[in-house]
């Protein structure tokens, strides 16, 4: 046998022939996720100004994968995560007034479980999108870091649910992003 083949693993151009193992979901494949012009009634309302498009809900790990879109500078929120975030800005920037480091447009970066912060889009910025794949919750807090809300997997998608309800897409249409 080739060494090769086994190191790497069996690379022959051939599809997989064996059975399907038993509980594998289906793929989840959402086409055009960097067309940031897309379908206006994709766009989830957050709050003035704010939106957020969904690409996975995952129940049964508890994160999401989404795409923030703000139309305003400002303070957007303070909050403490109770898992890790991963985030990559597809245009603008934004940074947090706890840290000294930018989020800009191309950039990537890595926030971890317990970290407070608050968010900042800076004056001068029209529109920042940023992709977002969050594990556990925001935990909306304070300036003393008293909790004033959260937000999870399960409040991500019943938003969605409400506003595709709403928009006549039907509630199950967000369904689609559900793993």
């Not at 303070?75 to 840290?99: C, D, K, M, N």
């Not at 479980?113 to 029209?126: A, F, R, Y």
Request: charged share 25%; glycine share 8%.
């Amino acid at each position: 046998m080739d060494s090769s083949n086994t190191e790497k693993g069996d690379c022959s151009a051939e599809a997989y022939r064996g059975p399907k193992l038993p509980n594998v979901p289906e793929d989840l494949v959402v086409p055009g996720v960097m067309d940031l012009e897309c379908d206006e009634r994709l766009w989830v309302p957050q709050a003035k100004d704010v939106w957020f498009r969904p690409l996975c809900f995952n129940v049964s790990h508890g994160y999401f994968v989404n795409i923030l879109r703000v139309r305003k500078s400002g303070i957007l929120s303070r909050h403490r995560h109770t898992g890790p975030v991963h985030a990559t800005v597809l245009r603008g920037r934004w940074h947090y007034l706890e840290h000294p480091w930018w989020a800009e447009e191309g950039g990537y970066a890595f926030e971890p479980p317990g970290d407070i912060h608050t968010l900042e889009v800076p004056d001068g910025v029209n529109e920042m999108y940023t992709l977002f794949h969050v594990t556990g919750a925001y935990i909306y807090v304070d300036v003393d870091g008293v909790p004033l809300g959260v937000e999870d997997v399960f409040s991500k998608l019943e938003a969605a649910r409400k506003h595709y309800e709403n928009i006549g897409l039907g509630a199950d249409f967000a369904d689609q992003f559900v793993r």
